[in-house]
């Protein structure tokens, strides 16, 4: 299902997923699978591919002509995307949307063919495997839309608060197919009204960007987590003689974030994060959770008294940060990167796949308000020289494509990390009283002290991005030894006690929401090879620290 509210008036569009495409394996060796599977999926839910890793292709036909634009918002891991036997485009990183236009398609049937592979190999610096579970397949939305010469491409919106009066900006793009340069104009609208029109010049073949500079909006209703107030914002292009040509629709909301100080301040109210880190994972359906289960989980955290999720560790689906919008749920979403050391992040191809995963995160996430952060890198090597210049040209590539966001990583290099001067907010991920015994308010505060007094992060604001401990569902001892549902409740009473009372720290996310699945070669240090530190199991069932994290977060 393609967002709700995706329904172009003018630009026509047929939803390719929701349902069954013709799949096979392409093994290197025996027999192929054939099935039809459907799509968003993963071939790990069909019990004939439920631990298959390496290439596979999925196909089926469509109808269309003219110019075409297909967009994946997701395919595990790499994809490479073929019309009528040709290649249109191939893209790596499972967690990110790509498109592919195709030009002068004759009229009648045609067919997509989606060749995929969710193996590991030395060319992919990213999926690697890892304390989560990779899949393979089509695994989020495919749409496709026929397109005129000229068609919006993106539409992004800055909003900002002056003297309590909003404004904001918007930044549109506009692609010319034809060989002929246009003329025309650019009709913005926010729910129906008309607010600006912009006079549009784009050469032959080109992309050309224009800016509406900033336009008070008086009667605009904020956006906050209490009243998530959305807006469509709707972009339509006319030719000079006033024939609608293309339209392009997003949802937007009013809503500033800034950081004053060690304060994270929203529409100028200071953050109080009580979170969870969440992995997009489900027994059933591996990383393509339908639209209810994912209403569930923002349920499940809403109930917890939750008021951010961390969406550890990629870019989310955007059906889920739909929903977050939609809800007032507070997003950290950061690239896709966990726990790689030095040597890997010298991999020839880490940078440019993180970047990659950087820009198409933003171009195609920057309008949803609930997004209030931009993370990268999860606990990779910043405690080295090496990784800091990595850590320093990502932090810099999310300024230079978006200024209303602050951004920051965590880090779990303790009092050896040597790039808090770079990112807007100090984050840390720790484990006092699960990976070593430390009483926790001894620990925060040698840690908390020392980022003050001895790194670039004095002053800024400070959140813990990873805290818990682990349980197996229906393990329960009066020993309260590790592993039993008794131990993590105490635990993370501790923990998030401990925290709440530290000065200076702008909240928490627990580690984690759910129990996720977790790569076969992690088996040894993950019982039932699953991180089992989820307040809730991997079927969504409740453990004993579920009430302690639910009376503590609605208490703070
Ligand atoms: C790290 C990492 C998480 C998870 C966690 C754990 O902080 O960021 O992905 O592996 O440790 O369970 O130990």
Redesign the pocket.
Known sequence: MVRAFETHKIRKTQELSGSLWDFQTLPEEGEAVRLKTPVPGCWQSEPETLTYRGKACYERKFSASGNIRLEFKGVSHTAQVYVDDKMAVEHYNAYTPFSAVVKGLPAGEHTLKVCVDNSFGPDSALHVPN?YQTYGGITRPVVLEELADQYVAGLHFTPHLQEGQWYASVEASVVNLSEKSFEGRLELYLDGEGFVSLSIHAEPGKTASFSTGEIAFPQAEAWCPENPRLYLLSAVLCAQDGQQMDDLIDRVGFREIKTEGKNILLNGRKLRIKGFCRHEDHPQFGCSLPYAAMCRDLSLMRDLGANSVRT??YPNDELFLDLCDETGMLVWEENHA??LSEEDMRNPNFERQCEDCIREMIEAHYNHPSIYIWGIL??CASHTEYGRECYRKQLELIRSLDQSRPCSF?S?QFKTDICFDLPDVVSY?I?PQWYHDTPVDVYLKDLYDWVQEETGGSGKPFLIT?VGAGAIYGYRTPEKVKWSEEYQAQALEKQLSAIFSQEGCSGVYI?QFCDCRVCDSWFHIRPRTM?N?GVVDEYRRPKLAYEVVKRIYHSV
């Open positions: 304390d550890s560790h966990r726990g999860n606990e965590a779990c991920n484990y990873e580690w991180n530190k």
